[in-house]
């Protein structure tokens, strides 16, 4: 069964499994003792560290290991910003960061802090400019992803940590998504990362601090990991993963174009199968790994479901598969369309007949399922009543834009038509459905119940 949700996670590296169990029977004991077990334990945490340093671009001194990627990004935020309070409490992040780096903002801004999040262009990529407009003189900290983990946007690190050193405003950089496929570029501050992502073992993240960084470690002292992760070393899974990542960095060139290659005919094939169907992120400056489209008039969640049982492991920012019934914070900060979303992100030593077979399946598994919800094959080209309402309060995505789609060839050019609707993700929907057929979006109103958006015929 074709796995192609790596993005999420990744199937461990052969040779991460290799070195798991090497390390299960030599680096068991506490690093921190003198005797011969923990001196072998000692040098295998040591040689790890090098390894991941090398691969991160900084000095094994600034790095240390966390249980988690998320761990290592909550404790980066919350160490620098207390190392720099006397400097302020105003935090930037772009609108499209990772949720660990969310909610450690609103952490921070429930704990009396500022915080400002930065626009992304429809791609999802941030404006330097507009990032370093947003920089303070009461600017603690800076955050911004190596590349987005839904659509796979890279973005300008480079750039944005030159404009942050010029304002003396140190940058972390979440880089669990490119460690991968090479070092960050820039000059930042901070970097956090999880293996995980990279084939490594779960339960192992990374944190690097530069030194000259103000950091101040929160929660009760400890004495490993310089005090910026407390708790005994997984020395078996930080092994596996330091050797996974060696591993596959020395697989990313060729692998990476490889990939490249065949995300981009997902990214051609798709639209030219599919109808209706938006290819959102970056075209060119993105991971090689990762694609991102939404159907229209399609749920998310049964889209996910029958291309499970027709084999395929994806993903999807939809609001149809969230339990709160709300789209992706990336697809919403982006504005794209958010119904029938699909993620793909293929793992190293993805087969080609199996992205074969996928984009044979994937046109009927879409059409199967729009016919079970009454999507109308195109607009009819007829025209009657100058406005008419449609009311689908109550009822979930693709609903709302399906019923707009039915009754939208039945005003004139120049009429109107009013969706009320009380799902979240007809926000997203109905402008991107407008934007997608040539029609005029007017904008939405406030509602007796839900709210009211209208969409005028302009073809």
Request: glycine share 10%.
């Amino acid at each position: 069964m074709p796995y192609f949700d790596s993005a999420s996670s990744a199937p461990l590296h052969p040779v991460a499994r290799q070195a798991l169990q090497a390390a299960l029977d030599e680096g068991w004991a506490d690093p921190a003792r003198l005797y011969r077990e923990g001196r072998r334990a000692r040098m295998l945490l040591d040689a790890a560290r090098e390894a991941a340093a090398e691969a991160v671009g900084c000095r094994p001194d600034e790095l240390v290991f966390t249980p988690s990627g998320t761990q290592a990004v909550h404790s980066g935020i919350a160490g620098a910003l207390a190392g720099r309070r006397r400097v302020g409490r105003h935090l930037v992040v772009s609108a499209v960061e990772h949720s660990s780096v969310l909610h450690s903002a609103a952490a921070h801004e429930a704990d009396g802090g500022t915080v400002t999040e930065v626009p992304v262009d429809r791609a999802g990529r941030v404006d330097p400019a507009g990032y370093a407009a947003a920089v303070r003189d009461d600017t603690a900290l800076a955050c911004l992803q190596s590349a987005n983990h839904e659509v796979g946007t890279e973005q300008p690190v480079a750039e944005v940590a030159g404009a942050c050193r010029e304002a003396g405003v140190p940058l972390l950089v979440d880089a669990a998504q490119s460690l991968a496929w090479g070092p960050v570029a820039g000059d930042w501050s901070l970097l956090t990362a999880s293996a995980h992502k990279w084939g490594g073992p779960a339960g192992v993240g990374l944190l690097a601090v530069r030194k000259g960084v103000r950091f101040a470690p929160q929660g009760p002292a400890d004495e490993r990991e310089s005090g910026r992760a407390a708790g005994f070393e997984n020395i078996p899974g930080i092994v596996a993963a330091a050797a996974s990542l060696r591993a596959v960095r020395a697989e990313a060139a060729a692998e990476g174009a490889r990939l490249r290659g065949l995300v981009d005919r997902i990214r051609a094939r798709v639209p030219g199968t599919v109808p209706d169907v938006e290819v959102v992120g970056d075209p060119v400056r993105r991971l090689p790994h990762v694609v991102t489209f939404s159907c229209l008039y399609v749920d998310g969640e049964a889209l996910l479901h029958e291309l499970d049982r027709a084999g395929f492991s994806v993903s999807s920012g939809s609001s149809c598969t969230s339990s709160t019934l709300t789209p992706s914070h990336v697809l919403r900060a982006m504005g794209v369309l958010s119904e029938g979303n699909v993620r793909v992100s293929l793992p190293f030593g993805t087969a080609e007949e199996d992205v074969e077979r996928f984009l044979e399946v994937l046109p009927g598994t879409v059409a199967g399922i729009r016919e079970r919800f009454g999507a109308p094959a195109a607009t009819p080209a007829t025209g009657g009543e100058e406005s008419l309402v449609v009311d689908a309060l109550g009822r979930r995505c693709p609903i709302p834009v399906v019923e707009l789609a039915k009754v939208f060839g039945d005003v004139p050019v120049g009429g109107t038509v009013t969706v009320l609707a009380d799902d979240e993700a007809a926000r997203l929907d109905i402008p991107a459905w407008c934007d997608m057929r040539g029609q005029e979006y007017v904008g939405e109103r406030p509602a007796e119940r839900g709210t009211a958006y209208v969409v005028r015929r302009v073809s």
